[in-house]
């Protein structure tokens, strides 16, 4: 089952249990930025210099994908120049969550309860209801992290955007910071990948590190 890498995220974030989401405001700028890195390594978008332009509308075949993109280009044919990669995930980081939950319930991977708070405000939690993909994504991680596994594009976009949005705990709970920061990082600015993939997981690393941090000062 192939899923993106925002609902590797939301899998991530999301409390097994109780449904919950963890370290929201962090969560929802990466779920942002996943879907903008997934754009990106399928060449429907590019970022350079900070700055996100549209250079494919065609369909990825992924819902969650081409909604985005379709939003994307609406957004940034409205603008004089390109716009800043950072505006567009402060503007959706909160929809692209509800987005990427929504893919993960068609997907039969979460389901979706309805609880009150105090017996009167309603909230929605999303309990797992099949826990095989985000084991697998855990064993990936575990194995690009702690085991030293030559990454692929795509696993070290999903780490650069754990790191750069400082979800350290997410990915890997019960273990010290200080274990798994620096192979995060390593991966992150690693030299395995083509030169376009690399600057593209890079850009993509500093706006999220740049959204975390306006949102932590707010």
């Known amino acids: 089952m192939a899923v993106t890498l925002a ?17 929201r405001q962090a969560c929802q700028s990466a779920v942002a930025g996943g879907v903008v890195l997934d754009l990106v390594l399928a060449g429907r978008v590019s970022v350079d210099q900070g700055r996100i332009t549209v250079v494919d509308t065609a369909p990825t075949g992924d819902r969650l994908l081409d909604d985005r993109l379709r939003m994307i280009d609406i957004w940034v044919a409205g603008k004089r120049k390109p716009p800043k990669v950072t505006e567009w995930l402060t503007k959706d980081s909160r929809k692209a969550v509800e987005a990427a939950v929504q893919a993960l319930r068609e997907r039969g991977l979460v389901s979706e309860e309805q609880r009150k708070v105090l017996g009167l405000f309603p909230v929605r939690r999303f309990p797992e209801a099949d826990g095989t993909v985000e084991r697998e994504l855990r064993a990936r991680l575990e194995g690009l992290v702690l085991r030293h596994v030559q990454p692929d594009d795509r696993s070290a976009g999903l780490v650069a955007l754990l790191h750069g949005a400082k979800l350290h705990r997410l990915a890997f709970p019960g273990l010290p910071r200080r274990e798994v920061i620096p192979k995060m990082r390593e991966i992150s600015e690693g030299q395995w990948a083509g030169d376009s993939v690399r600057k593209a997981i890079q850009e993509m690393q500093a706006a999220m590190a740049a959204v975390v941090l306006v949102t932590m000062q707010s």
Do not use: F, K, T, Y
């Open 7 to 23: 609902e590797e995220i939301m899998l991530l974030s999301l409390d097994d249990e109780s449904g919950a989401v963890r370290e």
